[in-house]
Every structure is written in structure tokens, then in C-alpha cells.
């Protein structure tokens, strides 16, 4: 009998609570991912959203859970002193004409909406030849694995992404362009 990976059970959960808030209006999901990385036998299942009804270019959201190769095979061998579990991140995605004062902002808003918990990267990019705006590639991550135990953490992490892509939308609508 098939017994689901600690990957397995967070994925149907996160899933299903992004999908929860599709359905009730709130979001609209742009993507998902669900890929097996042959060269590194890891999984990782992403899904990325935006708020209903954005406008194109709005912020999108997304979070990812990973599952490497090292952890899949602890839980699966029941390896003795390992404990297994997965990794999830949260990345927010926009465009901005002033990266140099958009991070300090972001930075500081994030810091206050997640209690100072998560640790924050961005990551600025352009388009050689293109427009003249940046984009902006925010990454949470909590450094921390988590299990089935944490399956509550899951729905309060969704809940703070999508209190968090609110901010993002209404704040980025006030930026010149």
C-alpha cells in the first residue's frame, strides 16, 4: 500500500487552501508547477497567484514547497535521527521604476506584516533594450523544514502572503509609471 510523503500531504493541503481562496474571489491563480527534478531527485510544487481582478502587471505571489532528495529518501528508508520534511518559500513578483527606493519599502512593510519572522531577499532585474522599469523578486524564507505538524502554519503563511500581495497591489497602483 502506498503511504504519501510529507511532500505529498503538504502539496494536496497548499493546494487546496490557494484554491479555497480562488474559489471565494479573493485571488485568481496565474500558474502552477508541479515538477520531478530527475537530475537531483528533488519535487517541488509552486503556485503562483494574483489578486482578482489585477490589472496585467500586477504583483504576483507565489508560494513553493521543495522536497530534496535527502529528505525524501529520510522519510521513505525511515531513517533513524533524520528528521524529514520540506522547505517553503514565499516570492512576490513586480515592477518598478525605482528599485532604489522600492526595496527599502518593500523591506521594511514585510518586516512588519511577517513580525520580522521570515528572511527577506530581493532581487532586482532589467530587460536590456526594453522598458525602462525593473523587476523586483522578493523571497521569504522561513529556514526552517516542515511537516504534516505544521499543516496550521500553511494556511496562516497563505494568509499573510495574500494580506501581503494586498499591500503589494494597492501600493504598486500608487507608484508613477
Known amino acids: 500500500m502506498f503511504d504519501p510523503t510529507i511532500y505529498d500531504n503538504l502539496k494536496v493541503v497548499l493546494e487546496g487552501a490557494v484554491y479555497e481562496y480562488d474559489l471565494k474571489g479573493q485571488i485568481q ?3 502552477r508547477k508541479d515538477v520531478i527534478d530527475i537530475a537531483v531527485m528533488s519535487r517541488t510544487y509552486s503556485i503562483y497567484f494574483q489578486q482578482a481582478g489585477a490589472e496585467e502587471g500586477a504583483p504576483l505571489a507565489g508560494l513553493t514547497l521543495h522536497a530534496p532528495i535527502a ?4 522519510e ?4 533513524d535521527g533524520v528528521t524529514p520534511g520540506c522547505e517553503l518559500h514565499v516570492t ?11 526595496c ?10 511577517w513580525e520580522n519572522r521570515p528572511q527577506i531577499s530581493q532581487r532586482v532585474s532589467y530587460l536590456h533594450g526594453g522598458n525602462k522599469g525593473y523587476n523586483i523578486l522578493v523571497t521569504l524564507e522561513f529556514n526552517r523544514k516542515i511537516d504534516e505538524s505544521n499543516i496550521e502554519d ?3 503563511v497563505l494568509s ?6 494586498e499591500w503589494f497591489t494597492d501600493w504598486k497602483g500608487q507608484l508613477p509609471r
Open 76 to 79: 521513505l528508508l525511515e531513517r
Open 154 to 156: 500553511v494556511s496562516a
Open 71 to 74: 529528505d525524501l529518501a529520510a
Open 29 to 31: 491563480i496565474a500558474d
Open 104 to 113: 527599502p519599502i518593500i523591506e521594511n512593510r514585510l518586516k512588519h506584516l
Open 92 to 102: 512576490f513578483e513586480l515592477d518598478v521604476p525605482e528599485p532604489e527606493i522600492a
Open 160 to 165: 499573510y502572503t495574500c494580506l501581503s500581495l
